[in-house]
């Protein structure tokens, strides 16, 4: 079979199960059988699949078409610009979260006149580690931690982080939120926490809902469940002066402001993503003298 016709073929069945994107997953997805980009699936319609090819693309097909999200299937997905393994062990990281990651490199400890000699970050719920590597990546000055409570999303981290070479300088640790980490310790926090309110959790596609970690989805009641106490552990682990960026749901930059507020963090920015929605919150940890 040749791959123009395995292309439409891959493409009516999913659109026949019900997948938004049919037409381009089916390209993601032959592309990824073949070893080659989305391009050489149009530029090279005539390509003949082997055996094994055909066979390989049948079997991914036909997890697509149950549901499975493309990147688990092609076990692979890009964050700023960086490929990491992906699979069920962890959330898909997301471009919504590559804003988070830039508040992050914009944090004054990493950057500017306030630059730390090597400041000592923490990534909590790090998941694939995408923050965390590439924190270790674009500042390898940094003292970095990726910390997660589940063991396997750990390990997933650390095929990540040998994958781009910075393993040495990242400590994995797991724990609940920032239980392991010594106070006054640090100069950033960075997190992608769970935010979704639960009944919101409950109507996710079925990729996102059947096959991600609801642990690292599901925010209880209020979708504050795990940002209300990780903003009160942020305040404790954070040395005078540090740094919190927390990604959040759109309608919580209010919320989690005053929550940071009252917690003795002060210099609340909330920033939005390109849909103009709430989707990230900076704070810094009061100094002492400050009024």
Not at 257 to 276: E, T, Y
Request: glycine share 8%.
């Amino acid at each position: 079979m040749d791959s123009g016709t395995a292309l439409r073929q891959l493409a009516a069945r999913l659109k026949t199960a019900g997948m938004d994107e049919a037409q381009t997953k089916a390209e993601w997805l032959l592309a990824h059988v073949l070893g080659g980009g989305r391009l050489d699936v149009y530029t090279h319609p005539e390509r003949s699949l082997t055996p094994d090819q055909a066979a390989r693309l049948r079997q991914l097909g036909r997890r697509l078409a149950a549901g499975e999200p493309l990147q688990y299937v092609l076990r692979t997905t890009e964050f700023f610009g960086r490929s990491f393994q992906t699979d069920g062990r962890a959330l898909i990281p997301r471009p919504e979260t590559e804003l988070l990651f830039t508040a992050a490199l914009d944090a004054p400890c990493l950057t500017g006149q306030r630059r730390r000699s090597a400041p000592r970050v923490a990534d909590v719920g790090t998941g694939t580690g995408c923050l965390a590597i590439s924190l270790a990546l674009e500042r390898p000055e940094a003292r970095i931690w990726a910390v997660d409570v589940s063991a396997d999303a750990l390990a997933l981290a650390r095929e990540n982080a040998q994958r781009h070479g910075v393993t040495a300088r990242i400590e994995f640790v797991q724990g609940g939120l920032l239980d392991p980490i010594a106070p006054a310790s640090l100069d950033l926090v960075v997190s992608n926490p769970p935010y979704v309110p639960t009944a919101e959790w409950r109507e996710l596609p079925r990729d996102i809902r059947d096959h991600e970690p609801r642990a690292a989805l599901d925010g209880g009641a209020d979708g504050l469940a795990v940002l209300a106490p990780l903003i009160v552990q942020a305040a404790d682990k954070l040395a005078p002066g540090g740094w919190l960026v927390l990604e959040i749901g759109e309608d919580q930059g209010r919320r989690v402001r005053d929550l940071m507020k009252r917690a003795g963090f002060v210099s609340m920015k909330v920033r939005q993503d390109l849909a103009g929605w709430d989707r990230v919150v900076v704070g810094r940890k009061k100094v002492r003298c400050e009024m």
